[in-house]
């Protein structure tokens, strides 16, 4: 079973760049589409993008200007960078993995960011 | 691109089947037959139920089934049964990128 762990800061300073790490436990990086997927308090699922093992990137159009993604296959890792914070984005953020880039199969547990001064 | 259109809340009572909508546009939901949907209980991560409109991965019990309608998807849930108490999200492809639903608050009476 595969498994994913967020790690990162949970408090990020307002214009400040948020960033996440999601280590893959057992070094299926170069099988899934790896994506990010946040949960603001309260609120529903928003899916910010994805990151393919061979480095192929998509993201939400209404986020692309502030997002990057990246992954380390060497780490088995991906990464988020979400820039230009506001406290709008403050959520809980997901990685999560899958066959294909519109389903996700498997979720980390979460990791919540807070954006305050 | 707005959320995908899901009802609030719905109930039933055990043993009873609830059916859950999720309404998209002739640019996703109606054009794809890449939709998904989610079970997420408080404070947990959200589990994949259905994929695809209507494939269930291992494990998923057979109770719950995924069907779609022109513009419109719906998760069925028979058999209720007090676990399936939870958050639905339905989520689908959309011409590059992926869009989720509101959710669905699912009470089990």
């Known amino acids: 079973q595969v498994q994913l762990q967020e790690s990162g800061p949970g408090l990020v300073k307002p214009s400040e760049t948020l960033s996440l790490t999601c280590t893959v436990s057992?070094?299926?990086?170069?099988?899934?589409?790896w994506s990010w997927i946040r949960q603001p308090p309260g609120k529903g699922l928003e899916w910010i993008g994805y990151?393919?093992?061979?480095?192929?990137?998509n993201y939400n159009p209404s986020l692309k200007s502030r997002v990057t993604t990246s992954i380390d296959t060497s780490r088995n890792q991906f990464s988020l960078k979400l820039s230009s914070v506001t406290a709008t984005d403050t959520a809980v953020y997901y990685c999560?993995?899958?066959?294909?880039?519109?389903?996700?199969?498997?979720w980390g547990q979460g990791s919540l960011v807070t954006v305050s001064s | 691109q707005s959320a995908l259109t899901q009802p609030r809340s719905v109930s039933g009572s055990p043993g009873q089947s609830v059916t859950i909508s999720c309404t998209g546009t002739?640019?996703?939901?109606?054009?794809?037959?890449?939709v998904s949907w989610y079970q997420q209980h408080p404070g947990k991560a959200p589990k994949l139920m259905i994929y695809?409109?209507?494939k269930r991965p291992s494990g998923v019990p057979d109770r719950f089934s995924g069907s779609k309608s022109r513009n419109t998807a719906s998760l069925t849930i028979s058999g209720l049964q007090p676990e399936d108490e939870a958050d639905y999200y339905c989520?689908?492809?959309?011409?590059?990128?992926?869009?989720f639903g509101g959710g669905t608050n699912l009470t089990v009476l």
């Open positions: 999560a993995g899958g066959d294909y880039a519109e389903y996700f199969q498997h």
């Open positions: 057992d070094g299926s990086i170069s099988s899934y589409y």
């Open positions: 990151v393919y093992y061979s480095g192929s990137t």
């Open positions: 002739s640019s996703d939901v109606g054009v794809y037959n890449y």
């Open positions: 695809d409109v209507n």
């Open positions: 989520c689908s492809y959309a011409d590059n990128y992926v869009i």
